[in-house]
């Protein structure tokens, strides 16, 4: 028996304060035995029906995460007040449960604000943000005032200008000004995250109060947005205001020397840090992770990890995203499987790294077991894990898995559009990847210039030359994207396979870009196969001037002097090949079977069986070219 349960045991007229105090300290104690025992001693004594205590019994439940016990303890009270059921709505809006929550919002006999912020914050929770701005709405319409709770909520969830620039409005018209120092935080960082940055700027500079979650939601929406250099202005205008920079300052303002990967300033901020004792904070250290990591200094980053005594997800995913960016993706993987061992649950952010490297290392087979976890951890709903488990699943050419998760996909961001068009193209399934567009344009959000590389290397792969066209010269009227090197790219590869090398030589003199060693070598490779000597000579000297280590161009112009029957020029090509030393390109592929990833290098087949391999290579192309995915040989 627990000691303060004694004075209870045998009393059944103790005083409601008593009772209360117990549950008190039972949530202190965070003690579902205890609990449970205080819970008995109130529905023996008939306490359990009394509305206060049942309201704390609801309360209690609720914060030891027992939701079924909450709801029992809500459905024993005979005369429930408001109290009892916004405490009960607050059990459903814990436990994710967006339908109960609704179905008891809807049977409550009478709701004030916290029931309305309630439910506004369990669709805004839960990534439905049109029902959150739809009950907003709601609540206003009822005469209900929002309160400043409720104003924080909606500027949290907006994912538009339109909405973000009405909320505001709605804010002002209730009389909820900028001395409110927690809404103009909110504004500020609302703005921030949709780039709108004059508007985060005016809210700065009219609020009453400023502190340091002011500067930091300010800084942090500058250096997201792209405004690196004015982000660090801000930081010094910060400090000579006589604001000190908090750990989340420093973790940011150590981003933003990431993103312009200027290590010497990183270290001066990461000094600061040991100044001041902020680097034991495990946020700024990821971040410095990070910023090594971008500045190519990959082992001060594996040293910094290793100094660290107490990890979390934030320094393991950090390390392991790292690891993968740097192309070490076993240690990646190992690294992962040390912090499972280690009881670290992974973030959504660790598992999409992990997810990637799984896509280029392992067997399928092993990929799914990624999945399942995902789906243990509750986290396959995730929008950042959808669009990773559509790209591995796609990277395993296993692209009918890809498109029945992307259909089952509820909430579907950009990323994961453009991961299932890229996966559809890359895996020959060009009409679908454009049928696909399509469906985005008319159901998804604006496309971006991820979107249109995928659909232009989808006209590209499928010969679709007139489609193509078309869509890089409405790209920036139709869709407000600016052709990259990387658009022209696809382009003139296009034009190259279809044979059309004068339109396709005018595109590169045209474009406003300096054409790359890549778009060179596909109108080389172009100019040999249709035997245009004169175009190829031209082309391979621009190729040789782009990429002088590249053996392409002199092994092509080797190749159409050998057709053209002019041995000399081939011998010379040859010599002057060797005498600069161009590596010989050694194209390879992998696949991997049960436990085994096997490696194919050019020229390599032999060790691997000799003639069967080759021979089933032939049928398997001869089966692609039947079902029109173009040869591979």
């Known amino acids: 028996m627990y000691p303060f349960l004694r004075k209870a045991h045998g009393l059944h007229t103790t005083s409601l304060s008593f009772y209360s105090n117990l549950i008190d300290r039972c949530l202190s104690l965070k003690s579902l035995g205890v609990a449970k025992l205080i819970h008995a001693q109130l529905i023996k004594v008939g306490f359990n029906c009394n509305t206060f205590l049942g309201n704390r019994c ?35 809006v814990k436990s994710g449960d967006i339908d109960g929550a609704r179905c008891l919002f809807d049977k409550m006999p009478e709701r004030d604000v916290v029931s309305w912020n309630s ?70 960082d609302m703005y921030g995250k949709l780039g709108l940055l004059d508007y985060a700027f005016a809210v700065f500079f009219t609020m009453e109060e400023l502190d340091v979650i002011s500067w930091n939601s300010l800084i942090s929406g500058l250096c997201k947005s792209g405004y690196e250099e004015l982000a660090l202005n801000q930081f010094y205008l910060m400090k000579s205001a006589g604001y000190l920079p908090d750990e989340f300052t420093i973790s940011t303002v150590v981003c933003v020397c990431s993103n312009l990967r200027d ?60 690891y993968a960016e740097h192309g070490y993706k076993e240690d990646a993987l190992k690294l992962f499987v040390l912090t499972l061992r280690d009881n670290i649950r992974p973030t959504e952010y660790t598992l999409s790294s992990v ?106 792969y499928g ?89 392409l161009p002199y092994l092509l112009l080797a190749q159409a002097y050998e057709m053209g029957g002019r041995w000399e020029s081939m011998v010379r090509v040859k010599k002057a090949m060797k ?12 696949i991997g079977i049960k436990d085994h990833v096997f490696v194919f290098k050019a020229n390599d087949i032999l060790y691997y069986g000799g003639q069967d391999v080759d021979l089933v290579l032939r049928l398997l192309n001869q089966e692609m070219e039947d079902e029109g995915c173009g040869s591979t040989i």
């Open 355 to 460: 997810l990637s490297s799984a896509s280029s290392l392992l067997p399928a087979e092993q990929g799914s077991q990624f999945h399942s976890l995902t789906i243990k951890l509750g986290l396959e709903s995730d929008m950042v894990i959808s669009g990773s488990l559509v790209e591995m699943y796609a990277s395993f050419g296993l692209i009918d898995c890809a498109m029945k998760f992307f259909a089952q996909t509820n909430v579907k961001d950009l990323i994961s559009w453009n991961t299932m068009i890229l996966g559809l193209t890359r895996n020959g399934r060009v009409a679908e990847a454009l049928d696909l567009f399509k469906e985005l344009l008319v159901e998804g959000p604006p496309p971006d210039r991820i979107t249109l590389t995928g659909v232009l290397l989808a006209c590209n």
């Open 463 to 551: 010969g679709f030359v007139d489609e193509g066209w078309s869509v890089l010269s409405s790209m920036e009227k139709k869709y407000g994207v600016i052709p990259r090197l990387e658009h022209y790219a696809c382009i003139v590869d296009m034009m190259s396979r279809a044979g059309k090398l004068k339109e396709v030589i005018y595109v590169v003199e045209t474009m406003p870009h300096n054409p790359s060693a890549s778009i060179w070598e596909s109108i080389l490779r172009a100019c040999s196969f249709h035997g245009d000597l004169k175009l190829t000579e031209k082309v391979a000297e621009k190729v040789i001037e782009c990429e002088p280590e590249s053996s």
């Open 579 to 590: 005498e600069r030393g161009a590596e010989k390109m050694i194209a390879c592929s992998w």
């Open 119 to 188: 439910i506004i914050s369990c669709y805004a929770s839960n990534g439905f943000a049109d029902c959150a701005l739809g009950m907003f709405s709601e609540m206003q319409n009822n005469g209900v005032r929002p309160s400043g709770f409720t104003s924080s909520i909606m500027v949290s969830s907006v994912t538009c200008a339109r909405n973000g620039k009405q909320i505001h409005g709605c804010i002002i018209r209730n009389g909820l000004n900028l001395s409110n120092v927690v809404v103009g935080n909110s504004l500020i």
């Open 58 to 92: 609801i309360d209690l439940y609720s914060n030891l995460g027992k939701f079924n016990e909450a709801l029992q303890a809500f459905d024993d009270i005979p005369n429930k007040n408001i109290v009892s059921w916004n405490v009960s709505l607050k059990v459903f």
């Open 263 to 322: 290590l010497e300033k990183g270290k001066q901020f990461i000094a600061l840090c040991v100044k001041v004792g902020f680097l034991s904070n495990n946020i700024v250290s990821s971040s410095a992770i990070d910023l090594f990591s971008k500045c190519n200094r990959l082992e001060d980053s594996v040293k910094l990890f290793e100094e660290i005594n107490r990890r979390d997800s934030v320094v393991c995913n950090a390390m392991i995203s790292s």
